[in-house]
C-alpha cells in the first residue's frame, strides 16, 4: 500500500468519520495520548517575527465540547517555543484542572514540574467523567507558571445528564 493509498483511506475514514458520528466525536476518534512536535523553530514565522525568546501558549480545548455522564473528552494544549538558544527550555509548574461552579474538583487536577522545549508541541490527555457526575456547566483551566509570569487558557465545556 503506497503513500497515496494510505493518505486515501485516511481522508475517506475521517470523511465517513465525520458524518456518521459528527465531527467533535470523529476528532476524537483520531487522537492519541501523548506528546508530538508539530513544528520545529526553524519552520515557525512567528519565531522569525517576535522578539526572542517569544512563549505562547496557543491552544488548549477541550473535545467534545458537550459530554454525557459518564463520557470521554480529550484535552488537547499546543504551544510554541521561540528560545534565544537552539537548546534552551523554559522551566515551569503546569496546572490543569477542571472547574465547576468556580471552583476546582477532585476528578482532573493535576500540578508538575515541567520543561517546554523548542519549537511547537501538542499534548494530547484523555478525562474519563464518572457516571454521578453532576450535569452543568464546567471549565478546564490551564495555567503555566513560570519564573517570567504565567500564561493561562480556559475552556469552557457543558457535562449533560445521561
Not at 19 to 42: D, K, N, P, T
Not at 61 to 86: D, K, S
Request: proline fraction near 6%; glycine fraction near 8%.
Amino acid at each position: 500500500m503506497g503513500p497515496s493509498t494510505y493518505g486515501f483511506r485516511l481522508w475517506l475514514g475521517a470523511t465517513i468519520g465525520t458524518i456518521v458520528l459528527g465531527c467533535a466525536q470523529a476528532r476524537l476518534m483520531f487522537r492519541e495520548e501523548g506528546r508530538v512536535r508539530e513544528a520545529y523553530v526553524s519552520e515557525i514565522e512567528l519565531c522569525q517575527t517576535q522578539e526572542l525568546p517569544y512563549f505562547d501558549l496557543e491552544l488548549s480545548e477541550i473535545v467534545p465540547r458537550e459530554i454525557e455522564q459518564g463520557g470521554r473528552a480529550n484535552h488537547r494544549m499546543t504551544y510554541v517555543l521561540c528560545p534565544e538558544n537552539p537548546t534552551e527550555t523554559i522551566s515551569g509548574t503546569l496546572t490543569t484542572e477542571i472547574l465547576h461552579k468556580g471552583k476546582p474538583i477532585e476528578l482532573y487536577n493535576r500540578e508538575e514540574a515541567y520543561d517546554l522545549e523548542e519549537g511547537r508541541w501538542t499534548i494530547d490527555a484523555f478525562i474519563d467523567f464518572p457516571l454521578d457526575i453532576p450535569s452543568g456547566a464546567y471549565a478546564l483551566q490551564v495555567v503555566f507558571s513560570y519564573e517570567e509570569g504565567e500564561l493561562r487558557k480556559v475552556s469552557p465545556f457543558t457535562i449533560e445528564a445521561k
